[in-house]
Structures are given as structure tokens and as C-alpha cells.
């Protein structure tokens, strides 16, 4: 009776482990499926003669942009800090200023970053 008992717990014990085993190799293959958002901090400095009326963001090899990030316009000579989480290595940023033209940069997305516009960076006005 006592050498049932020992293999009835043996083999209790093993369906356990194996049990464990399936749950934690589940777990660690869907871990690389999640994606994190980290927290980026973005200033643009409008030192352009024109108003920045839109600024979207982008995955950096996609040209569907997201929402647009501002509440307001940001005026020629100044200059706004966003707040925004992003999944990504790389982030695509994208200016519209009052003549309806883009701007856009592509850069690492990394904690904080500043993006400086001037009246020289290169528009696209759809021309």
C-alpha cells in the first residue's frame, strides 16, 4: 500500500510540474508579442515665419498618421512640449503649417527630443 501511495504522489507531482512547465513556456512566448509603451517627450521649437497648426505622429516607415497631438497652434516663435507614449525605436513627426504644406522628420525615439522648425526646413506643399 505505502509503494501505491509514493508512485500516486509521484505521478501527481510529475502532472504538476508538467503542468507548470506548459503554463511558463505559454507565458514566455507571448511575452515578445506585448508591446510597451514608454513615455517621450517631445519639444518642437517653431522658429519658421509661419504658424504649426497640426503635428501628428507616425511609425517611421508608415504614412498613417495618428491623432493630432495639439489642443492649439503653436505661433511663429515659440515653442510647445508633448507628453506621449510610443511603442516604438523610430518615430516619424509631422508638422502642418498655415499654408496647409508638411514637414516632416524622422527620428530615434528616445526619452526626449527636440525638433526645431525653421522658415528653411523643407515643405511639402503638394505642388
Not at 509661419?50 to 516663435?77: K, M, T, V
Not at 516604438?88 to 502642418?96: D, F, H, I, N, R
Request: one cysteine or more.
Amino acid at each position: 500500500m505505502r509503494n501505491f501511495r509514493e508512485e500516486l504522489f509521484k505521478a501527481e507531482t510529475l502532472a504538476r510540474l508538467f503542468a507548470l512547465t506548459a503554463i511558463l513556456v505559454g507565458l514566455a512566448a507571448l511575452a515578445p508579442l506585448s508591446t510597451a509603451t514608454a513615455p517621450l517627450t517631445i519639444t518642437v521649437v517653431n522658429n519658421s515665419d509661419r504658424q504649426i497648426r497640426h503635428f501628428y505622429l507616425s511609425p517611421a516607415n508608415n504614412d498613417q498618421w495618428g491623432p493630432d497631438q495639439l489642443s492649439e497652434p503653436i505661433s511663429a516663435g515659440t515653442n510647445r512640449t508633448l507628453n506621449v507614449s510610443w511603442e516604438q525605436s523610430t518615430v516619424k513627426l509631422v508638422a502642418e503649417d498655415q499654408d496647409g504644406c508638411f514637414m516632416v522628420q524622422t527620428v530615434e525615439a528616445a526619452g526626449t527630443l527636440t525638433w526645431e522648425i525653421s522658415s528653411s526646413t523643407a515643405r511639402d506643399c503638394g505642388d
